[in-house]
């Protein structure tokens, strides 16, 4: 077949691809790094003569030029499966920016059920000679995106990586509707999260926990880059993969030889992950890498498949954790800051998992930019309308740089009194005092 011919036939310009859009339209905009780029700069280039759309996606990695043109929330109105920079930025400055409140695993599953998609956008790599256009950086749920969606578009973009698969990471031409070629801008970043003392010392205590030929998963931001590091550097061997987000962290265990998934259950050999965001060295090493094994976030995050994983190691982050051990890791109050993404899931898998256990960490104690004083991550009560991401019985490891305590199967006062053992010094007395009035805390407590 002579694939060619049929990208030729299906190339218009992003002004055309644009001019598609209609007023209540649900537009999809991919996810992270496959953001449409030049679809969105004829987009907004339209936006007077629209008067609302809505879009979803998540992950930005870069503010929209329709975000830009439309700064007060009037017309385009953002729904967010998880927050980056940009998306929190909408959400929380303006009227036209919202969450959507699901379990990542649920995503691809909800679209093919639920769904209305008029125009999906997604940004790919060019056609391969079978006819495919592979999905970079984002396998996530962009198959489901593109089995409901009325119009596929694809704007190609020769700087993306092709990551190798994997299932539901590549689309054939013919499922395609209109092809756009856009300016091939550098593929966007994200920071390596940066990490210092408080940090080292919470991946110090994580790190013990870690047995060789576990398979781990990461989260976002310095406690876990700070994990991998100290495995790099670390006598640890034959790890594993299976991860929502492949991050930076990867990269640095794998140089190091400890990644060789070689005691995996399934997909050995193989480095899972739904998602890349990260640095340049990070998606060079997962271009064309048939080490690493793009995969939907119903395969990457589903608990039933990280059970199947002995060993099974998760590490994430959080905002605060109450006295009963209720973690809270998507908003401070009614700002918000992330979304549910994958831990919930990986809480539950890792702890179904033979010999697996799950760890969520955070700093014992913040500055509060507002009053100028520190204050404590562990709380009596979470602060009103913070979200609860993981209830009390799912807890299992916590982690400050003050120690590690395993919640699970532990009572209330049990859990208070090693919850409290977490906090910062200062803080303790406080904590005490609220646990007595909460009936958590037993007399025969230490004091």
Known sequence: MDYSKEYQEKLISAKDAASMVKDNMWIDYAWSANTPVAFDKALAERLDELNEIYLRGGVILWEPEVFKKDPKGEKVVWNSWHAGGPDRNRINKTPGGFYNPLRYSELPRWYRENCKVDIAVIVTPPMDKHGNFNFGLSASHLMAVIEVADKVIIEVNEKMVTGLGGFEHEINIKDVD????????????????????????????????????????????????????????????????????????????????????????????????????GSKEMYDYIDGNSACMAAPTSYTNDARVIAQLDNFVSINNAVNIDLFGQVSSESSGLKHISGAGGQLDFVLGAYLSKGG????????????????????????????FSVITAARPNTHWIVTEYGKYNCKGQSTWQRAEGIINLAAPEFRDDLIKEAEKMNIWRRTNKR
């Open 178 to 277: 209109y092809v756009i070629e856009g300016e091939n801008p550098e593929i966007a970043t994200l920071p390596k999260g940066s990490f210092g003392e408080v940090d080292k010392k919470v991946a110090e205590l994580i790190v013990e926990e870690i047995p060789n030929g576990a398979t781990l998963q990461l989260g976002i931001g310095g406690m876990p880059n700070a994990v991998g590091s100290l495995i790099a550097d670390s006598d640890l061997k034959d790890l594993g993969v299976h991860t929502e987000m492949y991050v930076d962290g990867f990269v640095e265990m794998a140089k190091r030889g400890k990644l060789s998934g070689a005691k995996k259950n399934i997909d050995r050999f193989r480095q899972v992950y739904g998602f890349a965001a």
């Open 357 to 384: 256990k799950s760890f969520i960490c955070l700093s014992s104690k913040f500055m509060n930019k507002k009053t100028g004083k520190e204050e404590s991550r562990i709380v009596p009560n979470f602060e009103p």
